[in-house]
């Protein structure tokens, strides 16, 4: 059954991806990931396909679409490859949004066009190497001298920050303590060439090795006081609001892996025999094909539901926990079930049900790990 949030637009964009994915990415992923190298060539054709800033008005060169075509899009990437879609993702719900959403119409004017086209990357700094879950354990400083904010600290595990078409980033800092003395945060612009900003590119990664993950360094980093996104203070309240946003692109990423793993699985069982027939015809293995088919239905409701709460201007928040708790949940449980479908031949790199199995582990931890989606829902909930 056609879900009811899904119009031929819809259709449209999900086959449009899918045909790309499949031509430009699937045949090199598995290359990429092995030599943990992110693609430029890739990454601009995925901007010239008018998947970035796809939420973002034309005024400024996005698409002016809604949140399910988005997210649509990052399914159909991730059920092909975690790599690319942690770069679209992370561009367009942690880059992107926030700009357009706080930033002034010259902030929008200087940056947008740039970053709606494929032509650079723009990366969102809250994680710090004591700052995970707890991200008001921030440490990175940013002080207000002569009118320029002189900001001292790191961030690490930053997406799309240290490529050489990423463009800058948004940081979170402590800029001074509020009324209660509590500490005060702010989220301020600091573009890539800016002297005493530096990066540094991870490696050695489990999972999404072809995209581009990042340490940022910031040693008297001194940036204009109009760089300022949004009020001073309120950097708590655009990270969460980012972050509400970003839960839905991470739940495609895991409904798109898990549709991927499934008919990996399904294929597999149809040619693979032992006993003189395909296992597929196995109960044991029909009925996890199966378990796998319902999980992903459910999970594709949730989240396509989710998305229209967020275009009707209706609180979400809750919704989107749920839906990145329960896409990523179901993605290990899928991806875990795909490898034993596949027995041995899984464990081994030549079949890419090897590299979704390492690239699920993530959605677990990344945007707010499942215990925190818990602990978010639970607050919803009055618990």
């Given at each position: 059954m056609k879900s009811p949030y899904i119009t031929e637009e819809h259709d449209l964009i999900r086959q449009t991806v899918r045909d790309f994915a499949e031509r430009d990415i699937k045949p090199v992923a598995a290359e990429l990931d092995e030599k943990e190298q992110f693609s430029p060539e890739i990454t601009k054709k995925m901007g010239e396909l008018g998947l970035f800033g796809m939420n973002i008005s034309d005024e400024y060169g996005g698409q002016n679409l809604d949140t399910l075509s988005y997210i649509i899009a990052v399914e159909e990437l991730a059920r092909v490859d975690g790599s690319h879609a942690a770069t679209l993702a992370a561009h367009n719900s942690l880059g992107v949004s926030p700009l357009f959403v706080y930033g002034t119409k010259e902030q929008k004017e200087k940056y947008l066009p740039q970053l709606t086209t494929g032509e650079a990357l723009w990366a969102f700094g809250l994680t710090e190497p004591e700052a995970g879950s707890d991200s008001r354990g921030s440490k990175t400083k940013a002080e207000l001298k002569d009118s320029n904010w002189i900001i001292n600290g790191s961030k690490i595990f930053i997406t799309n920050g240290s490529a050489d078409m990423s463009m800058g980033a948004t940081v979170q800092a402590v800029s001074g303590k509020d009324e209660k003395g509590k500490p005060e945060f702010t989220c301020i612009i600091v573009e890539k060439d800016t002297p005493g900003f530096t990066r540094q590119t991870m490696h050695q990664k489990m999972m999404w090795r072809a995209s581009d993950t990042s340490m940022l360094f910031f040693d008297d980093c001194k940036v204009p006081e109009a760089n300022i996104l949004g009020e001073r203070g309120q950097g708590s309240k655009i990270m969460l609001s980012t972050l509400d946003g970003g839960r839905l692109s991470i739940a495609a990423m895991g409904l798109g892996l898990a549709q991927g793993a499934f008919e990996m699985a399904k294929q597999y069982a149809s040619e693979r025999k032992q006993f003189g027939k395909p296992i597929g015809k196995f109960q044991i293995n029909a009925f996890k094909l199966a378990d796998m088919a319902m999980k992903i239905e459910h999970a594709r409701s949730?989240?396509?539901?989710?998305?229209?709460?967020?275009?009707?201007?209706?609180?979400?928040?809750?919704?989107?926990?749920?839906?990145?708790?329960?896409?990523?949940?179901?993605?290990?449980?899928?991806?875990?079930?795909?490898?034993?479908?596949?027995?041995?031949?899984?464990?081994?790199?030549?079949?890419?049900?090897?590299?979704?199995?390492?690239?699920?582990?993530?959605?677990?931890?990344?945007?707010?790990?499942?215990?925190?989606?818990?602990?978010?829902?639970?607050?919803?909930?009055?618990?």
């Open positions: 949730f989240l396509y539901n989710a998305c229209w709460l967020k275009d009707q201007g209706e609180p979400y928040g809750k919704e989107s926990a749920m839906a990145k708790l329960y896409c990523s949940e179901i993605a290990k449980e899928v991806a875990d079930e795909a490898v034993q479908i596949h027995g041995g031949y899984g464990l081994i790199k030549e079949y890419d049900v090897e590299r979704f199995y390492r690239d699920q582990r993530l959605l677990q931890i990344g945007e707010g790990t499942s215990e925190i989606q818990r602990l978010v829902i639970s607050r919803h909930l009055g618990v």
